[in-house]
């Protein structure tokens, strides 16, 4: 079974940056593609960034030139760098497979909070 525990959250002024990192149990994380995804207050959770298990990227507009996804295999590892982060950051941000595979529960997620 997947297990998801994300970390690194805080908060940091604009323009500022953060780096978040999820690690994930299982022997299979090498083969997984993984998306880091986030939730503000009253809306949808989105996808902001995805790595193949090929380590392509894909990244929502909004974020787009501002973070970086990467992966560690051999630590089961994904992390997202958020550069020039702005108030509209703000979130709860999760990791987990991309797309989201039917089983695998959400962690806890960790907040980020970005001050004007």
């Known amino acids: 079974q997947v297990q998801l525990v994300e970390s690194g959250g805080g908060l940091v002024q604009a323009g500022g940056s953060l780096r978040l990192a999820c690690a994930v149990s299982g022997s299979i994380f090498s083969r997984m593609s993984m998306g880091w995804y986030r939730q503000a207050p009253g809306k949808q959770r989105e996808l902001v960034a995805g790595i193949t298990s090929a380590f392509t990227t894909n990244y929502a507009d909004s974020v787009k030139g501002r973070f970086t996804i990467s992966r560690d295999n051999a630590k089961n590892t994904v992390y997202l760098q958020m550069n020039s982060l702005k108030p509209e950051d703000t979130a709860a941000y999760y990791c987990?497979?991309?797309?989201?595979?039917?089983?695998?529960?959400w962690g806890q997620g960790t907040q980020v909070t970005v001050s004007s």
């Open positions: 987990n497979t991309s797309p989201v595979l039917l089983g695998v529960t």
